[in-house]
């Protein structure tokens, strides 16, 4: 496949690694945060950290949107699937994630009608085909896709669809990553930047890092190759004593972003004056709403949804994983209580999620299978 | 096999309900039938727990299958599900060593459903039975109320009678011995995926179902006394199939990722939805584990046969790390390869 | 986040701000409504995600990119040679 093998080949991703090797400093110890959950997933799909050199220590950052989903927010997306005359639509990751009274799918099992989708355009199309019925949208996901839910409720506007609206709960990374900087205790040598954000952001948003934090930033693609490049960058970076934003992807990303999609963004969507994180607590424009222009296509405005507060049981450390201040296995309930099957935290529902990355990929004792398994 | 050697770990199931993830063929399937249907009939016979049971009837050893057919749409390109049917239970047999003989079907009918479509089902039964040399010996037939059973479930029956130039045994895989593949993955279960019509992707993508007796007989003849263990891979595909092999035989399976075969298409349409084709369900692929001294000629003998071009050595046993599948990069990275916990799910992020 | 992947425009549908697009074989619609002035020919390369188009290959950055990655190992090799050559020197004067 173009534009994808490429950055797969070993030879090429031997060079790289073996270029890392040299770059590194052997006395240091390096502490790169990847801020993706895609980044997570494919670092660990790879294996890359088998070809680090030991002193570089991967930190799993908070940019997984299934991930910092507060369960209130899920209830309040399945009490609307609930409704009778309702089709609730949303992507393959939300059917597994906990809601207190069970997943999508457990929904769909018991009777709501639920279905996944790939795009929020073929949700508009089945709004379109079903005129007896509502369809809800329940959007989730960061900048890279937000302007993809805009441009969908503005063809819903311009071809006057009224039975079709979308729950949003889009966020924005930024904030969470000035969260994760401004985390007492935490020590992160650099950032692996969010490269599918970047198409739509570019990459001066992160330009804060650097001045602010003197941190250097990398914006990187998501190939092995993407990866490591971007860390070499960061190792070279940090060896000359620098600190600014580099853009590894260049291939696909523009340093000023895309206008037309930030326009889009900028008609449908106003930054909601705060919204909760899960492990991150409340955190101010930070989250996305719909703008009143579009209120007809506004789930919040049209349906009453509880609104509930749910918080996560005691004992998960959801935050201080999704800080990047514990690793997976670290948590009391990895693995035993919480795993892919039986998820107690969203870390471990997403396939992007750090602890579910960590479970699924890395290599544990095969002893801790877990009881009732 | 004495129930005394077995050490399976008690399971435990305790879910309120039955949800689609226990139909699906992964972890909670397996919790299904070891925590809740198993010891509910106990016996030395079941409880190997392998895809065909097998003992002797008046000193013949015989093997036996059931199965279930649940397939939407009920025609898709490559098949439709009465050929899942036969073939179906005809590779559980071939995989189990034993050389289908009769089958017989159980059809539960949609009350609504248009004859035509029950004839059109009939008759590519008849060809594939014709076709996998056994016969459709009985059955039996009942209707549903409309709205039930999603037009057409089929059960089957198959028997067969075991093939003695094999002496498969899970707990006989050791170190060394290399993972064989029949052909390229993932085509059965994207071309479902895709006929559901909800991702709106074009593919020219068909179902791999048919008999995979052909191979096994093959296998039988070339180094049956070298083959450990065969499974065909569906529902969770690859990754399932290993990953239940490795725990009943407490070994490590490494496979060289860039040696899965994998059709273009297949690819591209995981690429594009974020699944992993080891996942992927299979009805005309089969897995062996052989002696590493067999194994060349073993692939030569597979790639002989009309269909099997596309056979491979994907990978081999190891002693470490004990009871898990591992996926290697050419680069030197390593994954480990999960059981799927529920059906597989496109992502977007 | 998120998953998103090239593929290649095949043709323009007649509706409006939709492509068919082949990723490896596999067709679908996207809409390219995101890209600049939403200007796209068969034979374009884009990035997909959710259905819609990101952004527009560039060649360029992608061929110079690759090209350096290349290079990097040939210094490599480059080097190697002449820390053999040092060797080889350092062990005929003793």
């Known amino acids: 496949m173009k534009y994808v093998d490429e950055y797969r080949d070993p030879v090429l991703i031997e060079n790289v690694t073996r270029e890392i090797a040299r770059s590194v400093d052997r006395g240091r110890h390096y502490r790169i945060m990847e801020v993706c959950g895609g980044h997570t997933h494919s670092i660990y799909r790879h294996g890359l950290r088998d070809v680090l050199p030991d002193n570089i220590e991967l930190v799993h950052g908070p940019g997984c949107p299934v991930c910092v989903l507060p369960t209130g927010r899920v209830d309040d997306g399945l009490s609307i699937a609930e409704r009778d005359d309702v089709i609730l639509t949303c992507f393959g990751d939300m059917m597994r994630v906990p809601g207190t009274r069970g997943t999508p799918l457990e929904f769909k099992a018991r009777g709501a009608d639920i279905r996944m989708v790939y795009s929020p355009l073929d949700a508009l199309k089945l709004a379109q085909s079903n005129p007896a019925r509502h369809v809800c949208f329940f959007a989730i996901g960061f900048e890279t896709t937000a302007p993809s839910t805009a441009l969908t409720i503005l063809r819903a506007r311009a071809l006057g669809v009224e039975n079709f609206s979308v729950f949003c709960n889009h966020v924005t990374i930024v904030p969470a990553m000035r969260a994760i900087l401004d985390s007492p205790g935490m020590r992160l040598d650099g950032f692996v930047g969010p490269g599918h954000v970047a198409t739509i952001t570019g990459c001066r948003p992160y330009e804060f890092v650097a001045r602010d934090y003197a941190k250097p930033v990398v914006v990187a693609g998501f190939e092995p190759l993407d990866i490591l490049q971007a860390i070499l960058m960061i190792v070279r970076q940090l060896r000359a004593g620098e600190a600014r934003v580099e853009n590894e992807y260049a291939r696909f990303v523009p340093w000023n972003g895309n206008r037309a999609a930030l326009a889009a963004l900028e008609t449908v969507f106003a930054l909601r004056p705060f919204f909760e994180w899960r492990g991150l607590g409340f955190i101010s424009q930070s989250a996305l709403e719909l703008r009143p222009d579009f209120a007809p296509w506004d789930a919040e405005r049209r349906f009453a949804v509880p609104g509930v507060r749910v918080t996560d049981p005691k004992a998960a450390q959801c935050g201080e994983v999704l800080k990047g201040v514990l690793k997976p296995a670290q948590c009391k309930l990895f693995g035993n209580q919480c795993n892919p099957e039986h998820p107690i935290g969203a870390l471990m529902v997403s396939s992007e999620g750090a602890c579910a990355a960590h479970y699924r990929y890395a290599q544990r004792a095969a002893e801790a299978e877990p009881a009732g398994v | 096999m004495a129930l005394a050697e077995r050490k399976r770990p008690r399971v435990a199931f305790s879910d309120e309900r039955i949800e689609m993830a226990h139909g699906a063929g992964g972890k909670a399937s397996r919790r299904l039938v070891e925590g809740l249907i198993a010891p509910a009939f106990a016996n030395p016979v079941l409880d190997t727990l392998s895809d065909a049971a097998t003992f002797s009837l008046g000193g013949v050893r015989i093997a036996t299958t059931a199965d279930g057919y649940v397939v939407r749409p009920l025609r898709f390109p490559g098949g439709s599900i009465g050929e899942l049917a036969v073939n179906g239970t005809v590779n559980d047999l071939a995989v189990s060593g034993a050389c289908a003989r009769a089958l017989m079907a159980t059809f539960v009918l949609e009350a609504g459903l248009e004859s035509a479509t029950l004839r059109a089902e009939v008759a590519a039964m008849a060809a594939a039975a014709e076709r996998a040399g056994v016969a459709i010996v009985g059955g039996d037939t009942k209707v549903v109320e409309h709205g039930l059973c999603d037009g057409m479930y089929i059960t089957t029956f198959g028997i067969g009678e075991i093939d003695v130039r094999f002496a498969l045994d899970p707990r006989s895989v050791r170190p060394g011995d290399r993972v064989l593949l029949s052909g390229p993955i993932g085509s059965h279960g994207i071309t479902i995926l895709l006929a559901r019509g909800e991702l709106d992707l074009e593919a020219d993508v068909r179902s791999d179902t048919r008999s995979v007796w052909p191979f096994v007989d093959t296998l039988g003849a070339a180094c049956g006394s070298g083959v450990r263990w065969m499974r065909d891979p569906t529902r969770g595909g690859v990754a399932t199939a290993l990953n239940e092999l490795v725990r009943e035989s407490d070994v490590a399976i490494v496979l060289d990722e860039s040696a899965v075969p994998l059709g273009t298409q297949v690819r591209g349409a995981c690429e594009l939805l974020g699944l992993d084709p080891l996942h992927i369900a299979n009805e005309g692929q089969f897995l062996a584990i052989v002696a590493a001294a067999d194994a060349p000629c073993a692939l030569a003998a597979l790639r002989a046969v009309p269909g099997g071009e596309g056979a491979a050595d994907i990978g081999e046993v190891r002693a470490e790390p004990a009871r898990m599948v591992v996926g290697a990069t050419a680069y030197g990275g390593t994954r480990a390869i999960d059981m799927l916990v529920g059906d597989p799910l496109p992502r977007i992020c | ?94």
């Open chain 3, 1 to 94: 986040m998120c998953l998103a992947i090239p593929g290649q425009v095949v043709e323009m549908s007649e509706q409006p701000m939709l492509a068919k697009v082949d990723v490896g074989g596999v067709r679908r619609n996207v809409n390219i409504g995101l890209l600049e002035d939403a200007s796209v020919a068969p034979g374009d390369w884009i990035l997909i995600h959710v259905g819609f188009a990101l952004s527009k290959i560039g060649e360029t950055e992608a061929r110079d990119q690759l090209r350096m990655l290349k290079a990097m190992g040939e210094d490599e090799l480059a080097m190697d040679e002449v820390r053999g050559y040092t060797f080889a020197d350092e062990a005929a004067v003793t």
